[in-house]
């Protein structure tokens, strides 16, 4: 799209006031806050409601979930209605969802609250890169994605800073309510927009929004529950099982079979010149779908990481919500700056090159946190490590975006939003699942190991302990459960000691893993296109 706009003319475009980039760059920023401001809250939110911290794990998948499987048929609700209406209405929904969450006095209602910030996003997400479309052309248009991207992980940076600090002052539910009133104001700036026409006469493909709503929860609610189901047989806590199968592998199945078969009946619908819910020219090249497997894996390791450091320097450290923001601000700051200047960027090294060197900085960054990851974390090598990682994720976020929208004319900017949203919340979901899934796993087998032979820990005491619900817990939490036993202080030390030594390990186990993903999608990258002299000189005029 950026290059077909960038060649209608041989002079350059007049440059448009960035206020319209300003005002959509605050939508989503919304979104990006809301995400983030969950992560760093894990400490307020488990001890407000007396939950486990898998709890706000839960409440991020339900939210991507439903961003995921409703962003396309938002889309189309965004081209009938008009983008700019559908921005101002769902950026006032999204706000009210955010003061339920503020003054929810439950773990369900948060969780039903984030649901309802979840179906707002779903229809807010296609419009902003309708809105950048309207608004925007040539050089300025491509800086503009730039800006979007950036956008996200400045939101994250605001989110980190504020919730951790009014989290540790006076609540976490205060950013939240904060967020609510910048929802209301990004509501009423909506109206400085450029109007854009809806398409009153545009039918709504609902056969292929049932194969979607249905595929992506299957495909996520699978790879959530993998643990707690059985990878292959099923588990005695699984709620079902099919022929003696867990159902989370055939339900992960049964989601890719109805995505091909979505694409299927997209391609069918399209031919029948009817519009189908997203059209299948977005991913018709490999380049396309190269760049949207590159999307999928960078958001799906992004999205591990930012589960898994809060939850390690917040209940391993113990540390405030506001020392875990400080942690985290310099990986939001790198993904900032490269995702601002990957445009810039592109116009000398091609999209190929940018992308596996980037995966081999997040592959390294992440082999590192896994080496450094101890209960007494060296805050250097963190830092080094998170900023690589950073500027790796930042870097691929805007190419591969432009990758996308280059490669598409202007008339599906929404369908391109609709897939991007798609791929980013149905990746979010994948990496959170996995990396609590994984997280777990490794703590259980590492515990129940321990404590097989253990001649400390006599049968008597490991019958009055839940061995079976074993969860990622605090050393102080854990102290609280053995209270309640007849447990002794040296049999007291040492599940102590077996908690924190299983922990560290899963902690380090979960990041080599991601770093094996990594290194996979290293060639896959190859299919993001070359260097392009003659494309890159039109791009810059």
Not at 233 to 256: D, H, K
Not at 494 to 501: D, K, M, Q
């Amino acid at each position: 799209m950026t290059e077909a706009v960038a060649t209608t003319g041989a002079e350059p475009e007049p440059r448009a006031s960035w206020l319209a980039m300003i005002v959509v760059a605050l939508g989503q920023v919304l979104m990006s806050f809301n995400i983030n401001a969950l992560r760093v809250s894990v400490g307020g939110i488990v001890a407000s409601f007396n939950t486990s911290p898998t709890t706000v794990g839960t409440a991020i998948v339900i939210h991507s979930l439903i961003v995921a499987g409703l962003v396309m048929v938002g889309a189309k609700i965004a081209a009938r209605y008009g983008a700019r209406l559908v921005f101002q209405a769902t950026a006032g929904l999204f706000g009210g969802a955010v003061m339920i969450m503020a003054l929810s006095p439950s773990a369900t209602l948060m969780i039903a609250a984030q649901a309802v910030a979840g179906a707002a996003s779903a229809a807010l997400v296609p419009t902003l890169v309708v809105l950048i479309a309207a608004n925007y052309r040539g050089r300025q248009q491509t800086q503009a994605l730039g800006w979007l991207g950036a956008s996200e992980a400045m939101g994250g940076v605001v989110a980190f800073l504020v919730a951790g600090s009014l989290g540790t002052w006076i609540g976490w539910r205060y950013p939240f309510a904060l967020l609510a009133v910048l929802g209301a104001g990004v509501f009423f700036l909506g109206r400085r927009l450029s109007p854009v026409e809806g398409q009153r006469d545009l039918k709504i493909d609902w056969v292929g929004f049932g194969l979607v709503a249905l595929a992506i929860p299957l495909i996520s609610i699978g790879f959530n529950s993998i643990n707690s189901w059985g990878l292959l047989l099923a588990e005695p806590t699984a709620p079902f099982g099919i022929l003696g199968l867990s159902p989370a592998p055939v339900m992960i199945i049964v989601g890719i079979v109805l995505g091909q078969a979505f694409f299927a009946w997209s391609r069918r619908r399209r031919a029948a010149q009817r519009t189908p819910l997203i059209d299948p020219q977005v991913i018709a090249r490999p380049r396309q779908r190269a760049a949207v497997f590159t999307m999928f894996m960078i958001v799906m390791l992004g999205s591990a990481v930012s589960f898994l450091i809060p939850l390690y320097i917040e209940i391993v450290q113990g540390r405030s919500s506001l020392e875990t923001a400080f942690a985290i601000i310099p990986y939001s700051l790198s993904i900032f700056v490269a995702a601002a200047l990957a445009s810039r960027l592109l116009d000398w090294v091609s999209s190929r090159l940018v992308a596996r060197c980037a995966f081999v900085m997040v592959a390294v960054a992440l082999a590192s946190l896994g080496v450094v990851i101890r209960n007494e974390w060296e805050t250097l090598m963190v830092i080094l490590g998170l900023i690589v990682l950073g500027l790796g994720q930042g870097a691929l976020v805007t190419t591969v975006f432009n990758v996308l929208t280059a490669a598409s004319p202007e008339a599906l900017a929404g369908d391109v939003a609709s897939l991007r949203g798609t791929t980013n919340n149905l990746a979010g979901a994948v990496g959170t699942a996995i990396a609590g899934a994984l997280l777990i796993g490794v703590l259980s087998a590492s515990v129940t190991r321990e404590l097989a032979e253990n001649p400390v820990i006599p049968e008597d005491l490991k019958a009055q302990v839940d061995l079976d619900n074993i969860d990622f817990v605090s050393n102080d939490h854990l102290l609280e459960v053995l209270a309640e036993t007849t447990a002794a202080s040296k049999q007291v030390s040492e599940a102590v000691r077996i908690n924190t030594e299983g922990r560290s390990r899963a902690l380090r186990i979960c990041f080599l893993a991601l770093t094996g993903l990594a290194l996979v999608a290293i060639f896959p990258a190859g299919g993001l296109p070359g260097y392009d002299a003659t494309a890159r000189a039109r791009r810059r005029r």
